[in-house]
């Protein structure tokens, strides 16, 4: 391709939150918005770009998904959304949350579409107890206005505790 | 496998981001559960309008009976055809319409002025009422009356959203045209022009939310 050849030897560094450094193609580095914006903006003077909310383990997967994305011509569509179901799957929660979080942070919206949705498929049967231990959010309803919310939706709740 | 990896919180974007995704009506309801803050963001008026947009939930229809003298009033019915879509095409199907739509004053005569993201715009004995007939947890709220509203044709009144400025529009029979953007109190008016709308049995996609005018 063209560009990439025309890119070949731009190349830019990220650092994870753990300290440890990406050497990513700008063309793969473009599927985020946030780092096409510093690119334009030449914020990017500096060697490092250091990304401190992401983890090195998670950054990895994300530059996994940009540049399969970034080198795949449109005609493989098909060949992307089998790649980004296989990405995904046997992931745990704990990874997904990451993605996503990176996801968000980058601006790279494809990600944060399959991750977020992800996660939505899988909590959806879940019974409210068990997605605030995976959200860890905490309950702070009172009894009785948590009664009322279940009362208000009574059909919602039909063959859940 | 999960203690490998620390579960950070997620802001709420990424929150609404995920709630936004659920692939049925039930689902999202039963999240409103959870905690307070994910009952606030799923009752955003953004929220109805995020899911509807999206459409990739299964529309609800609503059913309208007349009243029938003073013991049967006018009642909705929604239904849900996430739960009736195989139902539907069967004869003799037996469907379940999940709830009614709350009508403040039973027995009066009941219309339907039209419906957009899901809210549902009626016209009850001289009220406009606003309500939200999918998550169905607050009274509905009964619009200001407007001056000289009922001089002219009731069967000319519209209701609408307008994309492009990002308000309800309600239209009186006269042609005069007021409008309310999310959240902000009252109705500004009436110029002229039309609202596209949508009119009577309704597809009201998603969940909505109370728009808190």
Redo the contacts between chains.
Sequence with gaps: MASSIENNNEKLTLKSSDGEEFLVEKHVALQSTLLQNMLDSDCSSADVIPLPKIDARTLALVLGYCKKHADASSSKQGELNSFDSEFLKDM????L??L??AA?FMEIKGL?DIA??K???T???K??QE??EI???????TPEE?AA??E??R???EG?P | ??A????????D???F???V???????V???????????KLILLPCFAKSQSSRGSLPPSLIFYGPPDGPTNPARFGILDLDDNLDRLGCQNATLTF??EIYIPREGYKVRVIGACNGLVCLDVDKDIVVCNPI???RPPFVLPKLPHVFSSSRSRFGFGFSPSSDEYKWQNGGGSIYSSSDGSGGWRGGGGGRVVMTMMVVAARGVVAVVEW
């Design positions: 745990d929660m704990g990874a949350f990451n996503v979080l968000n944060l977020a949705q996660i939505a498929d909590i959806k049967d019974p409210h997605v605030r959200f860890h959010v905490e309950n702070d309803y948590e919310v279940r208000e939706n059909w919602a709740f859940f | 496998m999960a490998t990896t620390t579960i950070s919180k997620l802001p974007d990424v929150i981001d995920i709630l995704r659920m692939p049925d009506i039930k689902s309801i039963r999240c409103k559960r959870v905690c307070k803050k994910w009952r999940r709830s998550l169905q947890e």
